[in-house]
């Protein structure tokens, strides 16, 4: 059972470029969310999924895009790089969205801009 | 106004000591989570609560629904405690039961 796992760890992109963050989990979680942590603020929600097909927007969405086709996988896609998105990306699962879970985060991925 | 406050930001204790480290938010929620992040960055889950006290080896975490605070206790501490500890709340309401994080208390525990 590995958990949550995000593929790359490390990442450094130019102004402009795309790339998507992997983020996959084997605990047959139905909730499934994306957040970035910068230095000085909490960890802040950018996109979640309640199961396969379904997305919605966090606190932070503009210039990251997901889908969710199957209940396993959860990828953010950056669309054209900024600067601005210089930051360490954590994925995390749950059973559910509902108030008793626990959440299960990834290893984080540390994205740099130039 | 952050919608959870963590206090202190920075913590330095000598190892034995005991530690408190505490969470107030303003919003109505239905449970309250508290993690840890290691150096290396990884997160993990120590406690989620929505009454009372819970308790897991030297740590033990509280709340008080109707003060709206919760704290983390952190008997006998060690090295090894050293790390960041986030308080995040699930809310009610227009954030639709996602989380809203604090922004953290960072421990040094010193032999």
């Known amino acids: 059972n590995a958990g949550v796992t995000q593929t790359p760890k490390f990442q450094v992109l130019k102004t402009g470029q795309s790339m998507t963050l992997q983020c996959a989990q084997d605990?047959?979680?139905?909730?499934m969310s994306w957040y970035r942590q910068d230095p000085g603020m909490g960890l802040r929600l950018i996109h979640y999924?309640?199961?396969?097909?379904?997305?919605d927007q966090g606190e932070v969405p503009n210039g990251y895009n997901v889908s969710r086709s199957t209940t396993e996988d959860f990828p953010l896609r950056l669309l054209s790089a900024a600067p601005s998105q210089t930051s360490v990306y954590f994925c995390?699962?749950?059973?559910?969205?509902?108030?008793?879970?626990?959440?299960?985060f990834g290893p984080g991925t540390r994205l740099t801009v130039t | 106004k952050n919608e959870v406050e963590q206090s202190p930001q920075n913590l330095t204790a000598q190892e034995g000591e005991f530690i408190t480290i505490n969470c107030s938010y303003s919003?109505?929620?239905?449970?309250l989570h508290w993690l840890q992040q290691h150096p290396g960055g990884g997160i993990v889950s120590l406690f989620m609560?929505?009454?009372g006290k819970k308790k897991h080896g030297r740590l033990i975490a509280t709340i008080n629904i109707q003060e709206k605070h919760s704290s983390l206790h952190i008997t006998a501490s060690h090295p090894r405690d050293s790390a960041v500890y986030i308080c995040?709340?699930?809310?009610?309401?227009?954030?639709?039961?996602?989380?809203?994080f604090g922004k953290g208390t960072k421990l040094s525990v010193k032999p």
């Open positions: 995040a709340v699930r809310s009610y309401g227009g954030s639709q039961g996602n989380l809203i």
């Open positions: 995390a699962s749950s059973p559910y969205r509902g108030s008793l879970y626990e959440q299960y």
């Open positions: 919003v109505g929620i239905s449970a």
């Open positions: 609560l929505s009454s």
């Open positions: 999924s309640v199961g396969a097909g379904i997305t």
């Open positions: 605990m047959n979680h139905e909730y």
